[in-house]
């Protein structure tokens, strides 16, 4: 039987899904679909009793009421824009309470709370038999502009399903494939028949050896073996031309049937930003309603996805929507002393182009509170208040930062905008800042359409072929001037207004060759999350598409290097991170990180063992902004499974996990001479928490403890480990 921290993890774990699939009732129910009443209603009732049972107070609070609002609503209330915010309200809620697991103390769930209990009142109030399917009007948000679009009725979309504009991945056309699968097995057919006339050939090229062979010759057949070898040999030509041209033929066939299967799958992997884009509308309309902030969202735009760039693109799009009402919006007697509208406004433009698909965030709020972020900077960053805004900006995007002073239902917990670099990232994106006091902010999203290839532009610096992406590149330029400045070389860049100077880094010197930017020399002008910046470089190509290998794939990391792409002449382009390529020159000389770079090193491993979801992920983070490769497990059994086939430097580990625990994993891991040795971390809770003697008989580096959690603490612990103290 698995502990109830088990069952809490488990809960938890689930509530994504549940929280997914009770909007897609509700929404459907919006939408015309009756039916999806008293199966969210179930769907509710189950949360509230495993909640209640699990002593989570707080979710299954918010379950019963919202149980309430469904259960007076299916008694004849007419459901109305209050009703539809408060179930998204409640929903978003029990979301942001599991995915805080640990924190429901923290949590501000009043305002829900109130609302859900105001809906209740006005159904109950209402009276009357609630409308048909075909009857309910879409939820509204009063005098709120026409930009903000609710979910579509359709009076056939009970019968239909979802309307054909959403972002559903196109069906697998069967016939298609299996057509293209034909030919491909017809095309392979044939290759086995002109392996067999290879060999034909090879066996009478083996006849031919033997009568050219001088050992042994009549003199008397002199004349007749001459005359048999050019016979062979004609016949072997033959033979052989004959073979390559139907192989030539089955290569090309091959290919062509091999591409046109490559496109119907990645049809079907595409989808449309609608589903999505209706997504941000919902998430800003229930923060605004949460926070009590009149704003307008508006959505414009659409474009074509790879469905896992969706997947990745959709929660760090709807953490950006979210803070900018939270943070960006000002209260409405804040936004009238300084003379703006009460109404705020957010508007989230999607615009596609060749290689990819720019989606921007932009509210016209009260911008980045930059001396607040140096204030929270100061103890941890050194020489902060010398730094400008520009400077500033990459580290909004650290794990576990928050400008909050209080917690909240939205914010307030660390956790947001490190989720956007990340999972940006992780798409070979960009994202980039614009932040104005007092005018607002925009925030630039810019991921490739497919995770299949990416378009770049190949550049050359002494023994490296490297490429960036193209939607990183401003523009190519030839240095004229080079101004040596006390922060380092600048360039000035022709044409623009301001004759803008941005920072120039040596390519070559950053991946630890000599040389440094002259004039003659080409350069890239690059974006960056905050601005621009140029690289010089030895040579460049035209953009051209590629096939990548990303890094996790590689049997090698490097800081600079997210992927390779094979070449036609074998070799191979090193795609480069533009973000970590200016950390790294904004560092030099002082870190002198180009010496580090030289090398494609590999970084220290970490495995993290841990059952609780948001706490695998919190762990996970802190290691990767210490700048460890990290890989997970979610129980004692895959942990063990792991440290075998990769050793890792460093092992962190919860105790209590369902299929095998973590001092049997450790126990495991020290029969082994290869993991013997390995630093272990364990973390803990007071009623787990085994005795001394066991632990130092497993030779456990540390204890920590989950209630008392300190970030720094494990910094420190993970920092002697690793430096075999």
């Given at each position: 039987?698995?502990?109830?921290?088990?069952?809490?993890?488990?809960?938890?774990?689930?509530?994504?899904?549940?929280?997914?699939?009770?909007?897609?009732?509700?929404?459907?129910?919006?939408?015309?679909?009756?039916?999806?009443?008293?199966?969210?209603?179930?769907?509710?009732?189950?949360?509230?009793?495993?909640?209640?049972?699990?002593?989570?107070?707080?979710?299954?609070?918010?379950?019963?009421?919202?149980?309430?609002?469904?259960?007076?609503?299916?008694?004849?209330?007419?459901?109305?824009?209050?009703?539809?915010?408060?179930?998204?309200?409640?929903?978003?809620?029990?979301?942001?309470?599991?995915?805080?697991?640990?924190?429901?103390?923290?949590?501000?769930?009043?305002?829900?709370?109130?609302?859900?209990?105001?809906?209740?009142?006005?159904?109950?109030?209402?009276?009357?038999?609630?409308?048909?399917?075909?009857?309910?009007?879409?939820?509204?948000?009063?005098?709120?502009?026409?930009?903000?679009?609710?979910?579509?009725?359709?009076?056939?979309?009970?019968?239909?399903?979802?309307?054909?504009?959403?972002?559903?991945?196109?069906?697998?056309?069967?016939?298609?494939?299996?057509?293209?699968?034909?030919?491909?097995?017809?095309?392979?057919?044939?290759?086995?028949?002109?392996?067999?006339?290879?060999?034909?050939?090879?066996?009478?090229?083996?006849?031919?050896?033997?009568?050219?062979?001088?050992?042994?010759?009549?003199?008397?057949?002199?004349?007749?073996?001459?005359?048999?070898?050019?016979?062979?040999?004609?016949?072997?030509?033959?033979?052989?031309?004959?073979?390559?041209?139907?192989?030539?033929?089955?290569?090309?066939?091959?290919?062509?049937?091999?591409?046109?299967?490559?496109?119907?799958?990645?049809?079907?992997?595409?989808?449309?930003?609608?589903?999505?884009?209706?997504?941000?509308?919902?998430?800003?309309?229930?923060?605004?309603?949460?926070?009590?902030?009149?704003?307008?969202?508006?959505?414009?735009?659409?474009?074509?996805?790879?469905?896992?760039?969706?997947?990745?693109?959709?929660?760090?799009?709807?953490?950006?929507?979210?803070?900018?009402?939270?943070?960006?919006?000002?209260?409405?007697?804040?936004?009238?002393?300084?003379?703006?509208?009460?109404?705020?406004?957010?508007?989230?433009?999607?615009?596609?182009?060749?290689?990819?698909?720019r989606v921007e965030v932009r509210d016209d709020g009260g911008g980045v509170d930059f001396a607040r972020l140096r204030e929270v900077l100061a103890p941890s960053v050194k020489d902060v208040a010398s730094l400008d805004d520009a400077e500033l900006v990459p580290y909004l995007f650290a794990h576990g930062l928050t400008t909050s002073r209080s917690v909240g239902a939205i914010s307030g917990r660390g956790v947001g905008l490190d989720v956007v670099a990340r999972e940006i990232g992780a798409l070979g994106g960009q994202v980039r800042v614009d932040s104005r006091p007092g005018l607002g902010t925009t925030i630039l999203l810019v991921v490739p359409k497919s995770l299949h290839g990416e378009e770049v532009v190949p550049i050359s610096s002494g023994r490296f072929r490297c490429a960036v992406p193209t939607h990183a590149v401003r523009s190519v330029v030839l240095l004229d001037e080079v101004l040596h400045t006390p922060d380092g070389p600048r360039v000035r860049l022709a044409g623009e207004p301001s004759a803008e100077l941005v920072p120039l880094f040596s390519l070559a010197a950053l991946l630890g060759d000599a040389g440094q930017p002259a004039p003659g020399d080409a350069a890239l002008v690059l974006h960056h999350a905050a601005g621009l910046f140029a690289v010089s470089v030895g040579g460049y190509e035209n953009p051209r598409p590629v096939s990548l290998v990303r890094s996790e794939e590689l049997p090698f990391t490097s800081p600079l290097v997210r992927g390779v792409a094979p070449t036609a002449d074998g070799e191979a382009l090193l795609l480069l991170d533009v973000e970590r390529l200016f950390a790294c020159g904004r560092q030099a000389p002082r870190e002198a990180p180009s010496a580090a770079a030289a090398e494609l090193k590999r970084e220290p491993l970490a495995l993290v063992v841990e059952d609780a979801p948001v706490a695998r992920e919190l762990l996970c983070g802190i290691l990767r902004a210490l700048g460890l490769r990290v890989e997970e497990a979610s129980d004692g059994r895959e942990g063990l499974a792991l440290a075998r086939a990769t050793p890792p430097d460093v092992v962190l580990t919860d105790l209590e996990m369902p299929y095998m625990g973590g001092l049997e994993m450790v126990a495991e891991l020290r029969r082994s001479p290869a993991l013997a040795r390995v630093p272990v971390v364990v973390l803990t809770t007071a009623a787990d928490e085994p005795s001394g003697a066991a632990l130092r008989g497993l030779g456990v580096r540390a204890v920590l403890s989950k209630q008392r959690f300190v970030e720094e603490e494990l910094r420190q612990i993970i920092a002697t480990s690793l430096g075999g103290a």
């Open positions: 039987m698995r502990s109830r921290a088990d069952l809490v993890a488990a809960f938890h774990r689930a509530m994504s899904d549940r929280v997914t699939q009770a909007t897609d009732l509700w929404l459907g129910y919006e939408h015309g679909q009756a039916g999806n009443l008293p199966v969210l209603r179930r769907l509710l009732h189950t949360l509230k009793g495993e909640a209640h049972m699990l002593e989570l107070l707080e979710c299954g609070d918010l379950a019963e009421l919202a149980e309430s609002v469904i259960d007076a609503a299916r008694g004849g209330g007419r459901p109305t824009q209050l009703t539809g915010d408060s179930i998204l309200g409640a929903l978003e809620a029990l979301g942001l309470l599991s995915a805080s697991a640990g924190e429901e103390a923290a949590l501000d769930l009043e305002g829900v709370k109130a609302t859900l209990r105001a809906a209740h009142a006005e159904l109950q109030g209402g009276g009357g038999r609630g409308p048909a399917a075909d009857e309910l009007a879409p939820p509204r948000l009063d005098g709120a502009a026409e930009s903000v679009a609710p979910p579509r009725l359709d009076a056939e979309l009970g019968a239909r399903g979802a309307p054909p504009d959403q972002a559903a991945p196109a069906a697998l056309d069967a016939a298609a494939v299996g057509a293209l699968l034909q030919e491909l097995q017809r095309l392979h057919g044939e290759r086995e028949v002109l392996q067999r006339r290879l060999r034909e050939a090879q066996r009478m090229l083996r006849a031919l050896l033997v009568e050219i062979d001088p050992r042994g010759a009549d003199v008397d057949r002199f004349a007749e073996r001459i005359t048999k070898t050019l016979g062979y040999g004609a016949e072997i030509e033959r033979s052989l031309g004959a073979v390559r041209a139907d192989w030539s033929s089955n290569e090309f066939a091959a290919g062509r049937a091999l591409g046109e299967l490559d496109e119907v799958v990645q049809k079907a992997s595409v989808v449309r930003t609608e589903r999505l884009l209706n997504q941000v509308s919902l998430a800003a309309r229930s923060a605004a309603r949460m926070l009590g902030k009149d704003v307008e969202a508006r959505v414009e735009g659409t474009g074509l996805l790879d469905a896992q760039v969706e997947r990745r693109l959709e929660p760090a799009l709807l953490h950006l929507v979210r803070n900018a009402i939270d943070h960006g919006i000002e209260p409405a007697d804040v936004r009238a002393r300084r003379g703006k509208p009460a109404r705020g406004t957010v508007a989230v433009t999607v615009v596609q182009t060749d290689a990819a698909v």
